[in-house]
């Protein structure tokens, strides 16, 4: 079973400029999350998306940040303008929907330098 | 905020077993303990969870105290692939609540 894809892998920007970051989720996995992980802390979910509506953006940053599941297969998580402070790894997981204990199973995620 | 706390640290010599443990004195009868872990590089990956009862798999043994205030996860003979970030998670058995990772406890199984 292929697991869940993320690219690109590392990505260095300048501050002020934007950058979008991809995930294909495990094929089937209704439930798309999107974490941010700070370098020393545990990932920070930052949007959950049940196919392609959203469920929790409650700590999303909209006002820089963005994401979209068109078709509720894959995401793209933009961030427009980056600041120094978005450096971190950002993951992307997948869950089946209506699992027992909803196992979340993560990508290896994008690693984020903002300079 | 996470609902759990954990050392930040721990070694462990390769082929001992590891006893991580975690406090999570204001569980709810409802919240159940889940074990991820982070290797290097990755992103986090499922290990074990449970309610009231220990459970084991075939990574790691779950031992969860009678007053459910805390719980040790067990590696019953750690290898040095072992080394990760060890997150304890309490969370609802309810699809619409998500887990809220604390900063985990680093452990280093040391050859």
């Known amino acids: 079973e292929a697991g869940v894809a993320q690219s690109p892998r590392y990505k260095i920007i300048e501050k002020r400029q934007s950058v979008a970051f991809w995930c294909n989720p495990i094929?089937?996995?209704?439930?798309l999350y999107w974490y941010q992980q700070i370098l020393g802390q545990g990932p920070k979910l930052l949007i959950q998306?049940?196919?392609?509506?959203?469920?929790?953006d409650s700590q999303l940053p909209k006002d820089r940040f963005s994401a979209e599941r068109l078709k509720g297969v894959d995401s793209t998580l933009k961030i427009q303008p980056a600041k120094l402070e978005d450096s971190a790894v950002y993951l992307c997981?997948?869950?089946?929907?209506?699992?027992?204990?909803?196992?979340?199973?993560f990508g290896p995620g994008t690693r984020l330098t903002v300079l | 905020d996470a609902k759990t706390t954990q050392p930040t640290s721990m070694d462990c010599a390769e082929g001992r077993a590891a006893n991580l443990p975690c406090n999570h004195s204001?569980?709810?009868?409802?919240?159940?303990v889940y074990w991820y872990r982070q290797i290097h590089s990755q992103g986090p990956q499922y290990i074990i969870h449970?309610?009231?009862n220990n459970e084991t798999n075939e990574m790691a043994s779950l031992i969860i105290t009678e007053d459910r205030k805390s719980s040790t996860l067990i590696l019953p003979h750690a290898t040095l692939r072992d080394t990760a970030v060890y997150y304890c998670?309490?969370?609802?058995?309810?699809?619409?609540?998500?887990?809220?990772f604390g900063p985990g406890t680093r452990l280093s199984v040391l050859p």
């Open positions: 449970g309610l009231k």
């Open positions: 997981a997948s869950s089946l929907q209506g699992a027992v204990y909803n196992e979340q199973f």
């Open positions: 998306f049940q196919n392609n509506g959203v469920v929790d």
């Open positions: 998670i309490v969370r609802v058995e309810d699809y619409g609540q998500n887990f809220v």
């Open positions: 204001t569980i709810s009868g409802n919240e159940y």
């Open positions: 094929s089937g996995h209704a439930t």
